[in-house]
């Protein structure tokens, strides 16, 4: 690791001193027109203090080992002070906010320090979100409460040790200032504690930060936008190829489709798919009102923004991603001109996911590719029918022998246990589920390792993260470290913590802050 001193050499504005900025720096809420970023400094906080990080992050970045100590990082990671040479900036970008376009959106909380120079010579974009003001801030402060980033926090990292794209979480430290919200939004705004994540990421770029050019008909801003997104984070792709921002189109719908795959296998419901919150280079971004699901229902959202219109509950994901893409691409027409090309390319993507879950689907099962339609349709039917844990099913199925299938040894994922009679038909799925394995042609050949690397032992459910936050509040960060810990190897048996890969308590069914989530962060 590399001494505090050298730190210095290790940053950059590459993202700024490439692409137009705004001429003004003030810091007052506006219309940025023919930028594609903002100057804004993070404001100072009152009493910085780490609470909690990342150490494997921290590793990849090449830190020193006295960062998480040293007063330097901690003044850097609070906005406290900026690293010597760096020009922090808010982006601007628009997007599409439940279906309608809501215009200028942009960085209104999210302050980009630059870029640094991580362990293996690439470079990542250092961003506090919570850190102050910006002209993108509408109405509203800037700021973060500690509930909300303790959620980002844990979820990013543990996405990551899931093996799932996503930005990344190096610190979560807490200001020392109150931070008021209306959590939930019942006209009873109460002071909590403010924090900041430092989130890491090659990009933040998303789709609303070129739909923003494409609708204010700023096309040269949006081919600089293009051309710099490819040159620096598609090295597969040729920038300054005709179609170049046609194969960028092609290749984000691929990632998407995987990623949204991935969401689909774990049982992650993102919660605000709006295209302000879709990552350009495919990761999980913006941790918001997300919630994972513990018993199987395709209905669900933690969102009670969305209960309503329930545009992002669990089965519709994949459906709001290709939607999404179809925004992408119409922000790039100016670019390819001609519309013909861009539908294909949009059209690909339900191949494209249905090719990445099936595959998921199969693996969850312990089989190599599904043998018919049925065997999820009707494990889908049961599963609802019984509410029965998403997470502990497949971890149970992995103990049923498929020469001798047992149906009791799923007994510990049900929510409504099923009667004698309904047994029947779980064991007749249970058997044509056996008779599957048998005749799969990887049988046998690794089918436990297969089902064990696609289902998750743990993963953070919203009533720990919530448990954790509860403690937290009151100064005790003993959970939020024990629920990152656990996330460190999520796909294996954790023989100590038995306790967190067990079904969601009957308490938080209906908690607020634990199964239903506001978007007031
Ligand atoms: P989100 O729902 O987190 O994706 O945010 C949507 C938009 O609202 C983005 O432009 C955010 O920057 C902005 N925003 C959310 N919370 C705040 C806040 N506390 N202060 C300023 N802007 C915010
Ligand atoms: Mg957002």
């Given at each position: 690791m590399s001494s505090l001193e050298s730190q210095s050499t290790r940053w950059a504005n590459r993202f700024t001193d490439a692409l137009p900025g705004d001429?003004?720096?003030?810091?007052?809420?506006r219309q940025v027109e023919g930028a594609v970023w903002s100057p804004v400094s993070p404001e100072p906080v009152s009493r910085p203090l780490m609470l909690a990080t990342s150490p494997e992050l921290a590793d990849e970045l090449g830190l020193p080992a006295e960062w998480s100590s040293s007063d330097q990082w901690l003044s850097w990671l609070s906005g406290n002070a900026v690293p010597e040479g760096q020009q922090p900036y808010a982006m601007n970008y628009g997007g599409h906010q439940f279906g309608n376009w809501a215009g200028q959106l942009g960085d209104g909380r999210a302050i980009n320090l630059g870029e640094f120079q991580d362990a293996s010579g690439h470079w990542q974009t250092m961003q506090l979100k919570g850190a102050g003001p910006t002209p993108y801030s509408r109405t509203a402060d800037g700021r973060a409460v500690l509930r909300s980033s303790i959620r980002e926090f844990l979820c990013s990292e543990a996405m990551y040790h899931l093996g799932i794209p996503t930005t990344r979480a190096l610190s979560l430290v807490g200001t020392g200032d109150q931070v008021v919200r209306d959590m939930f939004y019942d006209g009873r705004p109460a002071p909590e504690p403010g924090a900041i994540v430092c989130r890491v990421a090659p990009s933040f770029l998303r789709f609303g930060n070129y739909q923003i050019h494409a609708a204010r008909q700023e096309r040269d801003l949006l081919a600089q936008l293009v051309h710099w997104t490819i040159d620096q984070h598609?090295?597969?792709?040729?920038?300054?190829?005709?179609d170049a921002p046609l194969h960028l189109l092609e290749t984000v719908i691929q990632r998407t489709a995987h990623l949204v795959a991935d969401w689909m296998r774990v049982g992650f419901v993102h919660g605000v798919m709006n295209t302000d919150n879709m990552s350009i280079l495919g990761l999980t971004i913006d941790y918001g009102p997300y919630g994972w699901l513990d018993d199987f229902n395709p209905d669900f959202t933690p969102n009670t923004t969305d209960a309503h219109s329930r545009r992002y509950v669990y089965a519709n994901q994949p459906r709001v991603a290709h939607w999404n893409l179809a925004q992408l691409g119409r922000a790039l027409l100016p670019l390819i001109e001609d519309i013909e090309p861009v539908q294909s390319v949009i059209d690909t993507y339900p191949e494209r996911f249905g090719v990445a879950y099936r595959s998921a689907m199969a693996s969850k099962l312990g089989?190599?590719?599904?043998?018919?339609?049925?065997l999820l349709g009707d494990l889908f039917a049961w599963m609802q029918a019984f509410e029965t844990d998403w997470t502990l099913f497949f971890r149970c199925l992995m103990?049923?022998?498929?020469?001798?299938?047992?149906?009791?040894?799923?007994?510990?994922?049900?929510?409504t246990p099923p009667f004698v009679s309904d047994l029947e038909g779980i064991s007749k799925w249970v058997t044509d589920w056996a008779e599957a394995c048998l005749e799969d042609d990887g049988y046998d050949e690794d089918r436990l390792g297969r089902m064990s690397s696609a289902n998750p032992w743990f993963i953070p459910r919203n009533y720990q993260v919530f448990q954790a936050i509860e403690a937290a509040e009151k100064g005790d960060l003993f959970l939020v470290e024990d629920l990152l810990d656990a996330s460190r190897?999520?796909?294996?048996?954790?023989e100590d913590r038995e306790h967190l890969a067990a079904r969601r308590p009957e308490w938080a069914r209906e908690q607020a802050g634990a199964s239903m989530l506001s978007c007031s962060s």
């Open positions: 001429p003004s720096s003030e810091n007052r809420p598609f090295p597969e792709l040729d920038a300054d190829a005709p089989l190599s590719e599904l043998p018919n339609e049925e103990e049923i022998d498929p020469e001798d299938p047992d149906v009791s040894r799923l007994e510990n994922a049900f929510y190897a999520p796909y294996e048996a954790q």
